[in-house]
């Protein structure tokens, strides 16, 4: 059993929702992240990772199952991409077929239509999957005002102790998720447990103790908090989601362009922070049972999120569009010795980190990968790690095709020692629709049935190129006039500027 163990290795797949790469392991200088850091430490990072599509369910279907959301169909949260576009097969759907025990914790897939209502269940998880029950309360009025009243806020740091049953979502999957793992330790079969904490996805409603981390008069406005003039309308998304919470509302925001007001400004930025910490410590408690259970010299680790999130950089914020602060992601793999190379001496390889305690944890590896990937990578990448055959690239044109595919990349060849050379080839793809070409009520979500517009963005190490065409929901087509394509892209050239 023991050979199976570390040959055939375990995967521990961890996903945060709305996580950017607000990272110490990223060159972050304000957060505190030393649990996602010390992981960082240990395995290869990739510092120039991207999104499909900078939305939830869409994201999610796309590198879950290795296709584009021009395979999948699904730009918004509303079908389902087995009876929509076609029977492909998921990453933990694969690993099922081979043998594995495969589990999900917590946000993996989208809920909703968008995984069948079961998180894809039966097909891709061998139990079913886990969510915790005080996620019902995440949308109702939970936040104490300055009235002494509950409202529904963006910005909710709470007494966890009066919380319905005293505890929160990404609490109850770690608890969850560690419960899992012991009884996986004890069993001996290779496993895939995939875990996806909800934070930092609005509203912030964290421990209050995490605001004590960042205090506000040490909090800073985003580098290039106004909106440009020459943006192109149509790239721009006019955060909806964030102007409905109440505390939000009572600021009275023109629409779509009304600037934030700076000290609100400093206050999200901080609870977005503190969330960040949050999830690391969530993180942390996670890979430090890992360790104590013996598992994490035969356990592959990867860690990501769905896409960024805009904290004010061009008077934008959340997610919703094709720049760079949306659809930029961290991902690292992390992956154990082999078994000849393991010290049975060694020190323990994840122990907690109190992020409240001095750290001395400091990010150093010399395992940084700087080339652009794409999230359509993990699957191909985490089955040649796990030592399984790796899916083959599918055709050019995918739609429809049920056989098992990736059209992304095998990145496992970026992890061997070489000269870092930068391939200036390498490029990501992102894309994002739009029910017209200025800001509408529907524009960071539309339907599909009332999408115009589809705007592709091309990433290479240097350069974002954006174009914006449009797009016949009924036929999935877009339409490349040249007259368009010259209106639009002369401006379009303008949003390079969007890397950071």
């Known amino acids: 059993t023991n050979q199976v163990h570390f040959y055939r290795r375990n995967v521990l797949f961890i996903v945060a929702d709305d996580l950017r790469t607000s990272l110490g392991c990223y060159g972050d200088v304000t957060v505190k992240s030393p649990n996602i850091d010390q992981l960082a430490s240990k395995s290869h990072v990739f510092l120039n990772a991207f999104a499909q599509q900078a939305v939830c369910a869409p994201s999610r279907t796309s590198m879950l199952t290795s296709r584009r959301p021009d395979t999948t169909r699904l730009y918004d949260f509303k079908s389902y991409w087995r009876v ?11 690993f099922k077929s081979q043998g594995y025990v495969t589990m999900s914790v917590g946000k993996v897939f989208h809920p909703g239509i968008a995984s069948n209502h079961t998180d894809d269940y039966p097909y891709s998880w061998s139990i079913p ?52 793992l012991k009884t996986q330790a004890s069993d001996g079969n290779p496993f895939f447990l995939a875990v996806g904490f909800h934070k930092p996805h609005i509203p912030f409603r964290i ?21 440009p003039k020459s943006l192109p309308p149509v790239a721009y998304n ?3 989601d964030i102007r409905k919470r109440d505390d939000v509302q009572k600021l009275n925001i023109s629409f779509p362009y009304g600037p934030v007001p700076k000290d609100f400004q400093l206050r999200i930025r901080q609870h977005y922070y503190a969330a960040v910490s949050y999830v690391d410590a969530q993180v942390g408690r996670l890979l430090s049972a890992l360790d104590t259970l013996g598992l994490a010299q035969s356990t592959i680790v990867v860690f990501t999120s769905d896409h960024g999130w ?11 569009s094709n720049f760079d602060v949306a659809t930029r992601v961290p991902l690292i793999f992390y992956v154990p010795e082999p078994p000849a190379s393991y010290s049975v001496l060694k020190e323990s390889t994840f122990p907690f980190v109190d992020v409240f305690s001095p750290s001395e944890v400091i990010f150093k590896t010399d395992q940084i990968v700087e080339n652009v990937v794409e999230l359509v990578a993990i699957f191909p990448t985490v089955s040649h ?47 994002y629709p739009r029910p017209a070409d200025t800001p509408q009520e529907n524009s960071d979500l539309p339907d599909l049935k ?11 190490y240097d350069y974002r190129f954006t174009l914006w065409l449009g797009f016949d929901p009924k036929t999935y087509q877009v339409g490349v006039h040249s007259s368009q394509i010259t209106a639009w892209c002369s401006l379009c050239l303008s949003q390079s500027s969007s890397v950071e």
Not at 85 to 94: A, H, I, M, R, V
Not at 207 to 227: G, K, S, W
Request: hydrophobic share 30%; with cysteine.
């Open 84 to 94: 929509h576009s076609g029977n492909y097969t998921t990453l933990p759907q694969y």
């Open 129 to 180: 999957a886990y969510h915790p029950s005080s996620f019902r309360f995440e949308k109702e009025k939970m936040c104490k005002g300055e009235d002494g009243r509950l409202h529904a806020n963006l910005l909710c740091a709470v007494n966890v102790t009066e919380q319905p049953g005293g505890t929160l979502p990404d609490m109850e999957s770690g608890d969850e998720a560690v419960r899992l």
């Open 207 to 227: 421990p209050q103790e995490y605001l004590h981390l960042y205090p506000i008069e040490h909090m800073t406005l985003a580098p290039d908090p106004n909106v």
């Open 238 to 240: 006019p955060w909806t």
């Open 310 to 320: 805009s904290l004010g950089e061009h008077g934008e914020w959340a997610k919703y």
């Open 385 to 431: 790690l796990a030592g399984l055959k790796t899916p083959p690239p599918c055709p050019e044109m995918s739609f429809k095709v049920s056989e098992l595919c990736t059209e992304g990349r095998n990145l496992a060849h970026e992890f061997k020692p070489k000269k870092k050379k930068i391939n200036e080839e390498a490029v990501s793809f992102s894309q």
């Open 450 to 460: 009332d999408i115009k517009v589809m705007g592709y963005s091309l990433r290479t």
